[in-house]
């Protein structure tokens, strides 16, 4: 008979704890690599797309067998290709099934979603962010172990260094001499550095210090919104994908070698240009990874030397998740059927009404709403069906 177990997950910033089943007979395989990274300490953001969930990196590096399944409130799955555990506390808005490994309980519903709101609001929607930190664990904590409140001292902002470590030792440069091992070494080490502090190079990004005077116009918003999307790729779609191909037995080592190099650098060199971009790091990080790869003797020594670099570039695109200006979102509102119809008659040959105090409120009331009213809704299509009628049926 299999013995059941829960896991406590606790965020002593703002005092909530609730418990999930975990799924060890109907996923085994995610199940046990989570044990093994019990306990666990990671920090929280909330998705943008998908509707009401929110995640934590992890170190897994999934490449087994899978349960998934269609999300719902109170599911926790592995998001195996951005190395997170995500839990779903609401409305979903995303129709990929999901690799579900525990169940949030019945009874501790409501605090999960007390924290994925709260979560929302301290990392997307305010215009300076809270670091939220989750502690996972077997056994529940002991309360009086966490005296963590939320204050204004836990914002993340320009002025404060609560989450860097400036005074981190650099890296180590690369040697021709270099083995698989050291390489290893090196990514993980600065993995760990990174974990639960905001790496000095993002820290200077969002002051607007870049060595390379990348961000046309003096800005540095272009240098996030292209740091977002790089890391992303790099992370969710290269280095995944080619961990997945290492275990296609007619796919020899040297072969994946080669396909690597030309992923990751040949005649564009990935990691220069996240360089480029601020991340100081990535360079001597890529260098360390491909003379590293290029000391591997199998296909095995391949994967755990890219698993930790899929971890490091997980980490590192979650940290510019937390600092990326996504209250910027409420200038760009789904639009009401009301909304619509106004402007089907402007088409028309009509006229558009907008009240002054519309104008320099920016219709506060409306966007003001609750996480899932305003950001991932459901729209009906056959409520604006007459409104496209209309507008095909105007006159030129």
């Excluded at 200077?204 to 992303?232: C, D, E, M, R």
């Excluded at 789904?334 to 619509?340: A, G, Y």
């Excluded at 006229?351 to 729209?379: A, I, Q, T």
Aim: contains cysteine; negative net charge.
């Amino acid at each position: 008979m299999s013995t059941t177990h829960f896991l406590y997950f606790h965020c002593p910033e703002a005092g909530l704890a609730f418990r999930a089943k975990l799924l060890t007979e109907e996923n085994p395989d995610v199940a046990s690599q989570l044990i093994t990274q019990l306990p666990l300490q990671s920090t929280l953001g909330h998705v943008v797309i998908s509707g009401e969930a929110f995640w934590l990196p992890t170190r897994i590096v999934h490449l087994g067998r899978d349960h998934m399944v269609q999300r719902h409130p109170g599911a926790v799955y592995l998001n195996a290709v951005g190395g997170s555990l995500c839990l779903t506390y609401g409305s979903v808005t995303e129709s990929a099934p999901v690799n579900k490994v525990a169940d949030v309980e019945e009874a501790d519903r409501h605090t999960l979603s007390q924290l994925g709101r709260l979560v929302y609001e301290k990392t997307v929607s305010s215009a300076r962010h809270t670091l939220l930190t989750i502690h996972i664990a077997l056994h529940a904590p002991t309360p009086s172990r966490y005296n963590l409140k939320l204050t204004a001292e836990n914002h993340y902002h320009h002025h404060g260094h609560e989450y860097s470590r400036p005074l981190d030792k650099p890296l180590p440069t690369t040697s021709k001499s270099q083995t698989w091992h050291s390489a290893h070494t090196t990514i993980t080490t600065q993995t760990n550095t990174i974990w639960l502090h905001l790496p000095a190079s993002i820290q200077k990004i969002t002051w607007g210090i870049i060595p390379s005077g990348a961000g046309t116009g003096n800005q540095y918003f272009s240098v996030l919104v292209h740091l977002k999307s790089f890391l992303l790729h790099l992370g969710c779609d290269v280095l995944y994908r080619l961990l997945k191909i290492s275990r296609y037995p007619d796919t020899p080592l040297g072969v994946l070698q080669r396909m690597t190099r030309e992923f990751l650098s040949a005649n564009f060199n990935t990691f220069e240009m996240l360089g480029d971009l601020g991340l100081d790091e990535m360079g001597v990080i890529g260098e360390v990874y491909l003379r590293g790869i290029g000391a591997v003797a199998c296909k095995e020594e391949y994967r755990v030397l890219t698993g930790a670099l899929f971890t490091f570039v997980c980490r590192m695109h979650r940290w510019v998740h937390f600092v990326f200006p996504w209250n910027l979102g409420v200038a760009f509102p789904h639009r009401r059927v009301e909304e619509i119809l106004g402007i089907a008659e402007v088409v028309a040959g009509g006229s558009l009404e907008v009240g002054m105090e519309d104008v320099e409120c920016g219709e506060e009331s409306e966007v003001e709403v609750e996480v899932g009213e305003g950001v991932g809704g459901r729209f009906n299509p056959m409520e604006v069906k007459g409104v496209v009628e209309r507008v095909e049926e105007a006159p030129v």
